[in-house]
């Protein structure tokens, strides 16, 4: 069982950054691959970026690629996104999840947090 809590967000001016964090219950966390995905009003939830159970393996959506950068310290039990050059597009409810598979579909993690709201203006 892993229990995940997200923190970070908030309200920025488009070009702005904030960081995200996701801190990890459990002696587990080292052997999950951990996601980012984020879910807009009205829209289905989407996948933003994944990072390897090592860490040496990360994917982004198209969407947020050279703009954010997902890490991980399993010291901490905490996965970090870093998201520079915010745009109002951005705006969701960002949520972390942990799983077996380093897999952009959300059907391949089993643990999600209760998400972290990021607000973009204009």
């Known amino acids: 069982q892993v229990q995940l809590v997200e923190s970070g967000g908030g309200l920025v001016q488009a070009g702005g950054s904030l960081r995200l964090s996701c801190a990890a219950s459990?002696?587990?966390?080292?052997?999950?691959?951990m996601g980012w995905f984020r879910q807009a009003p009205g829209k289905e939830r989407e996948f933003v970026a994944a990072?390897?159970?090592?860490?040496?393996?990360?994917y982004y959506a198209d969407s947020v690629k050279g703009r954010f950068t997902i890490s991980r310290d399993n010291a901490k039990n905490t996965v970090y996104l870093q998201m520079n050059s915010l745009k109002p597009e951005d705006t969701a409810v960002y949520h972390c999840?942990?799983?077996?598979?380093?897999?952009?579909?959300?059907?391949?993690?089993?643990?999600w947090g209760q998400g972290t709201q990021v607000t973009v203006s204009s």
């Open positions: 459990g002696r587990t966390f080292t052997t999950y691959a």
């Open positions: 990072i390897r159970s090592s860490g040496g393996s990360t």
């Open positions: 999840a942990a799983g077996w598979l380093l897999d952009t579909r959300d059907s391949s993690y089993d643990y």
